[in-house]
């Protein structure tokens, strides 16, 4: 019987950089209540999917609509003050 096994230097070619950078953790957390927003829309949605949709489903995915929206806001102009140099 013939065994089939990968070779390891095909499999890891390139090295494990050990995760994302300081940068990107930065990004991240810029981002975060954008992120969370998004999560929040997300779950008033899925609580919708195997009934019907009450009006106080239509509310609360009405507000998470506006939150992630403001998130957004928040984000592009916090974003345009930092590129601009941070004066407004």
Do not use: C, H, Y
Not at 34 to 39: N, P, Q, R, S
Not at 44 to 59: F, G, K, N, W, Y
């Amino acid at each position: 019987m013939k065994t089939i096994a990968a070779l390891q230097n095909l499999v890891t070619a390139t090295p494990f950089t050990g995760g994302p950078t300081a940068a990107e953790l930065d990004a991240i957390e810029q981002e975060m209540p954008l992120i969370l927003a998004e999560v929040e829309l997300l779950d008033a949605q899925i609580m919708t999917l195997d009934r019907p949709v009450s009006e106080l489903d239509e509310r609360r995915i009405r507000r998470a609509r506006n939150r992630v929206m403001a998130a957004r806001r928040d984000l592009t102009n916090r974003t345009d003050t930092v590129q601009s140099g941070g004066a407004a």
